[in-house]
């Protein structure tokens, strides 16, 4: 007899939700969606705090442990208000995501405007001065992440158009020389009947396995009271990141706890950063039902052999 596969491997840290609004020493609407990144000794999260005005922008927290973080006293990242980056931006800026590639953090986002989303670029050494340096999409485009290293010389990128009709959007990549050019654009994972039968999206950077880069995407399901944003995973080529290896036919992680489920987006675990630590340990960090924000761990290898086993395995759980 095999041994019962576990489908739901993430462990939700004790503490949880590690912030909340009550931790921003400014006024604010809710705090969610941060990035996350180790940066020399400490453990940086870029939160999306939304202002009282419904506007979201980005202020750093910092943590010795991964588990306790302080928040700075003042906005990092705010909407820009100059004539290229400053139309685009004028809702605000979302979701971020950091991806070291060469020693430079590029932070990729969602910049939000009456167009509709657009991803924008933007790129940091120290984590004081900040950089834009394009807008890479035209609109109803957002979820983007890089890879930490170049193919062949060109960036890549993951990213989430809208579908056709606006629904159904797809996880595509694409490849660029410099961050601000982008083709050779190819669909990668697209929603299915069932958990994520509406839309899905990237969620987290690329994290380098020996079995390919592992991927945790956000599956959505349109359900009569609303949307349902649940976590999935992924496995991509090493050498051919359009490639996809396996994923995960069924989500790994969903709302459960009080603080997933009620909030100002009921049914929302909407990650946007991960820490690959050095005893083979993730740590998942996510915004909770648009209100706060919360961590879950998980071994690497549990998440990597669940993108490698038979649907049909899964589906028995045997
Ligand atoms: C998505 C994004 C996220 C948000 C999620 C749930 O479309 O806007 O910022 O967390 O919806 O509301």
Redesign the pocket.
Known sequence: MTARINLYPFKRYAGNPILTREDIPYPCNTV??AAAVKFKDEYLLLL?IEDLSGK?HFTLARSKDGYNFIVDEEPWIVPANDPYFGPYEEYGV??PRITPVDGVYYITY?AFSRHG?RIGIGRTTDFVHFERISLASEVDN??AVLFPQKFNGLYAMLDRPSGFGGAKGSIWIQFSPDLIHWGQARVVLSPEPGWSNSKL?VSTPPIKTPMGWLVFY?G?RQTGSG?L?RVGAMLLDLENPAHLLGYTPHFIFGPEEDYERIG??PN?I?PCGVIDEPDGTLKLYY?AA?TCIAMAEVKTDDVVHLCQILPDVIRTGK
């Open positions: 969610f969606n999306r979201s979302e979701d969602t989303p957002k979820d999206g956000h959505v949307k944003y100002d987006v929302v909407f915004g648009d």
